[in-house]
């Protein structure tokens, strides 16, 4: 494997993002493949994941593979990691990215949505970490990228199984950062704050999106395509001394006190 040619070169590697059909799993998949990586990207529905492929590969010569995956399956992320290392041998940059919110006070919580939330937020992003780092310590370098969100890092009312298990994933990047510094791996989390992506487009009141947009220092919602430099620092080398890290892409959300 030759040397990158610049901090953020990303020639040779190859990535794995799983919810990348669309919102910021898409935009880090592209803005990988515009920096020289080759990519799988997956997603539960074909048509969606299909459509997002192309438009990753668009005008670029290099290898978007896709795959449907449901990773709220337990099970799934095995048979995910299988599929990519048979389709491209291995994994270089890992982004776990697949999330869903399904909001619950603590009084009404139900064990089934619980029990969706934590495989598809945490343990799914735990699996396919343990299933493709082996290859990564051979070579001596990969990079773990996992997706929290500012409500791991703080709360909201209705929002406890998202919040614990977004805050789970913190420490889970904490934990293997220390497990996997040693062989040149770098373990990082990237906490949104407020994206107005297809999620919390379907789940907030125009009430509650004006609300988010004024508790940030800049006043607006991010674009989805601010999230790509945060993700190509943290995968490549520019980001080479930064893990167990949180970064928070947040436009000022969580400096907000009162």
């Given at each position: ?6 901090l953020?070169?990303?020639t040779?590697?190859?990535a794995?993002?799983?919810?990348g059909s ?10 990988f493949?515009e920096h ?5 990207i997956c997603s539960?529905k074909e048509s969606?994941?299909?459509?997002a492929?192309?438009d990753v590969a668009?005008?670029l010569?290099r290898r978007v593979e896709?795959?449907v995956?449901?990773l709220?399956d ?5 048979i995910?990691a299988?599929?990519v ?8 940059i890992l ?7 399904l909001?619950q ?7 089934e949505?619980?029990?969706t ?9 735990m ?5 493709l780092?082996?290859?990564?310590k051979?070579q001596?370098?990969g990079?773990v ?8 890092l703080?709360g909201?009312e209705g929002?406890?199984g998202y919040?614990?298990?977004?805050a789970g994933i ?14 040149g791996i770098?373990v990082?989390?990237i906490?949104?704050?407020?994206f107005l992506?297809?999620?919390p487009g379907?789940?907030?009141?125009d009430?509650?999106k ?14 989805p395509?601010e999230?790509?430099g945060?993700?190509?620092?943290l995968?490549s080398?520019a980001?080479?001394y930064?893990t167990?890290?949180?970064l928070?892409?947040?436009g000022?959300?969580l400096?907000r006190?009162?």
């Amino acid at each position: 494997m030759s040397a990158p040619k610049s901090l953020f070169d990303l020639t040779d590697r190859i990535a794995l993002v799983t919810g990348g059909s669309r919102g910021l799993g898409k935009v880090m998949a592209r803005a990988f493949a515009e920096h020289g990586a080759d990519v799988m990207i997956c997603s539960r529905k074909e048509s969606e994941i299909k459509a997002a492929a192309a438009d990753v590969a668009d005008g670029l010569e290099r290898r978007v593979e896709w795959a449907v995956s449901d990773l709220a399956d337990a099970g799934e992320a095995e048979i995910l990691a299988e599929e990519v290392k048979r389709r491209l041998e291995r994994v270089d940059i890992l982004v776990n990215n697949a999330g869903t919110n399904l909001p619950q006070p603590i009084d009404e919580v139900d064990d089934e949505k619980w029990a969706t939330m934590m495989e598809l937020n945490l343990t799914s992003a735990m699996r396919l970490t343990r299933a493709l780092v082996p290859a990564m310590k051979e070579q001596r370098w990969g990079r773990v990228i996992h997706v929290s969100s500012v409500l791991g890092l703080g709360g909201k009312e209705g929002r406890n199984g998202y919040c614990a298990s977004k805050a789970g994933i913190i420490g889970l990047a904490r934990a293997s950062a220390l497990d996997l510094g040693p062989f040149g791996i770098t373990v990082n989390c990237i906490a949104p704050g407020p994206f107005l992506t297809d999620l919390p487009g379907r789940l907030l009141s125009d009430e509650q999106k004006q609300r988010f947009a004024e508790r940030t220092a800049l006043g607006r919602w991010g674009h989805p395509e601010e999230i790509a430099g945060p993700a190509l620092l943290l995968a490549s080398e520019a980001g080479s001394y930064i893990t167990g890290s949180v970064l928070s892409v947040d436009g000022g959300c969580l400096i907000r006190v009162l």
